[in-house]
């Protein structure tokens, strides 16, 4: 990512001035898809692909805007009938919309921005850019917000002014990143830890289906239920159970038959996949990568099989990599479509590309996108 380019477009745009530069990254899971609103664990990542901005306050009451990728450029007020219709402007409208309800004396500012996240590859170029302008603005106007209420603005800016109603999990990765370390996230108590992640010898690749399933809302929304179906019936004879991950298997064997088929399988998926995050980060405690390959081959069976959240395109990416060896490969993110995750040894990485993209092709018309990804900081100022 070029600072000097976001530079160079900024002062163009705002009569040679200069400002300071933020940045903040996208981020990938390693493991724990689905477990968020089961009260679990989640695993992410900060990687080194982010959004990039120059900001330079104007002592106006006026935010002046340049998207340099989209070319576009937006003026907006910081009350809040002043919101812009671009949706790339209202993002970082609501980052300033929530700063100011949080009591930080947000003024205006000049600000141009570029990213190198792949926009619908699932590393979450959204949050990285709400991180960016969090981060930025509570430093440039002497906010006092602690990181984890930086996190929870770029939530609150999907949730009211950009009509997404995410978890926290993609701005707590991207406010919170550290190179060589992945994080584990108790959704529940959002209590954190870091987790050794240097994969010497290995590379962490992405392969992007490039296929987006639209019943992907409605289907989600179906697992949810079915998820809480389980958890009141386990409740009956367990009155603590809150979220699934407060159940064990013999509980949830224990009302078989009281739920649906469809429900059961939906929960036992569920309740491996949190324990699978845990033994993942015993894993990594002890540098044992064959393991946490196993533990995200395991991931994609149960997306695939038990959940029914993968499609054609992601799991003949995931049979690809089982055939040239990959150590670990499952889909990430939510499903119905998006990018695969693999961990590679050195030594099988130019083969296993070379075949994937030449079998996909074949098979669907179309190459696969290829990412590769390095673990990395998050949100900072870099000038």
Same mark, same amino acid.
């Given at each position: 990512?070029?600072?000097?380019?976001?530079?160079?477009r900024?002062?163009k745009?705002f009569?040679?001035?200069?400002?300071?530069?933020?940045?903040?990254?996208?981020?990938?899971?390693?493991?724990?898809?689905?477990?968020d609103?089961?009260?679990?664990?989640?695993?992410?990542?900060?990687?080194?692909?982010?959004?990039?901005?120059?900001?330079?306050p104007?002592?106006?009451?006026?935010?002046l805007?340049?998207?340099?990728?989209?070319?576009?450029?937006?003026?907006?007020?910081?009350?809040?009938? *002043?919101?812009?219709?671009?949706?790339?402007?209202?993002?970082?409208?609501?980052?300033?919309?929530?700063?100011?309800?949080?009591?930080?004396?947000?003024?205006?500012?000049?600000?141009?921005?570029?990213?190198?996240v792949?926009?619908?590859?699932?590393?979450?170029?959204?949050?990285?850019?709400?991180?960016?302008?969090?981060?930025?603005?509570?430093?440039?106007?002497?906010?006092?917000?602690?990181?984890?209420?930086?996190?929870k603005v770029?939530?609150?800016?999907?949730?009211?002014?950009?009509?997404v109603?995410?978890?926290?999990? *993609?701005?707590?990765?991207?406010?919170?990143g550290?190179?060589?370390? +992945?994080?584990?996230?108790?959704?529940?108590?959002?209590?954190?830890?870091y987790?050794?992640?240097?994969?010497?010898?290995y590379?962490?690749?992405?392969?992007?289906?490039?296929?987006?399933?639209?019943?992907?809302?409605?289907?989600?929304?179906?697992?949810?239920?079915?998820c809480?179906?389980? @958890?009141a019936?386990?409740?009956?004879n367990?009155?603590?159970?809150?979220?699934?991950?407060?159940?064990?298997? *013999?509980?949830l064997?224990?009302?078989?038959?009281e739920?649906?088929?469809?429900?059961?399988?939906?929960?036992?998926?569920?309740?491996?996949?949190? %324990?699978?995050?845990?033994?993942?980060?015993?894993?990594l405690?002890v540098?044992d990568?064959?393991?946490?390959? %196993?533990k995200?081959?395991e991931t994609?069976?149960?997306?695939?099989k038990?959940?029914?959240?993968?499609?054609?395109? +992601?799991?003949?990416?995931? *049979?690809?990599?089982?055939?040239?060896?990959?150590?670990?490969?499952?889909?990430?993110?939510?499903?119905?479509?998006?990018?695969?995750i693999?961990?590679?040894?050195?030594? +099988?990485?130019?083969?296993f590309i070379?075949?994937?993209?030449?079998?996909?092709?074949?098979?669907f018309?179309?190459?696969?996108?290829?990412?590769? @990804?390095?673990i990395?900081d998050?949100?900072?100022?870099?000038?």
């Open positions: 990512m070029d600072i000097e380019y976001v530079r160079s900024f002062t745009h009569d040679g001035t200069t400002g300071f530069v933020y940045a903040s990254p996208g981020r990938i899971n390693l493991i724990g898809e689905h477990t609103y089961n009260g679990g664990f989640v695993f992410p990542g900060a990687i080194d692909k982010g959004m990039i901005a120059e900001i330079k104007n002592g106006t009451k006026k935010v805007a340049y998207s340099i990728d989209l070319k576009d450029y937006v003026e907006f007020g910081l009350n809040e009938e *002043d919101a812009p219709h671009a949706s790339w402007a209202r993002y970082i409208f609501g980052v300033c919309r929530e700063m100011i309800k949080r009591g930080v004396k947000v003024e205006g500012f000049n600000t141009a921005f570029a990213g190198d792949p926009l619908g590859a699932g590393m979450s170029s959204s949050a990285a850019l709400e991180s960016t302008y969090a981060f930025a603005l509570n430093e440039l106007f002497n906010g006092n917000i602690d990181k984890f209420e930086l996190a770029g939530q609150a800016t999907e949730h009211n002014y950009c009509g109603n995410c978890g926290i999990m *993609d701005q707590f990765a991207s406010v919170f550290k190179a060589g370390s +992945l994080i584990r996230l108790d959704c529940r108590s959002l209590e954190y830890q987790f050794p992640f240097k994969p010497e010898g590379r962490l690749v992405l392969l992007d289906s490039v296929v987006k399933h639209e019943l992907a809302s409605s289907a989600y929304n179906k697992r949810r239920q079915s809480e179906t389980a @958890v019936a386990i409740k009956k367990h009155p603590t159970v809150e979220f699934l991950r407060d159940a064990t298997m *013999d509980m064997k224990a009302v078989k038959d739920i649906t088929a469809e429900d059961y399988m939906r929960s036992e998926y569920v309740i491996e996949e949190i %324990q699978r995050v845990l033994d993942v980060c015993d894993a405690e540098g990568y064959e393991t946490v390959g %196993q995200m081959y994609h069976h149960g997306m695939s038990l959940y029914e959240v993968s499609c054609e395109e +992601l799991d003949f990416l995931n *049979d690809c990599a089982k055939e040239c060896g990959v150590t670990g490969s499952r889909v990430m993110g939510g499903g119905f479509g998006g990018c695969t693999n961990l590679v040894k050195d030594e +099988l990485y130019d083969n070379a075949t994937a993209e030449k079998a996909f092709t074949e098979k018309g179309r190459s696969p996108k290829v990412y590769d @990804v390095v990395g998050g949100s900072r100022r870099i000038l």
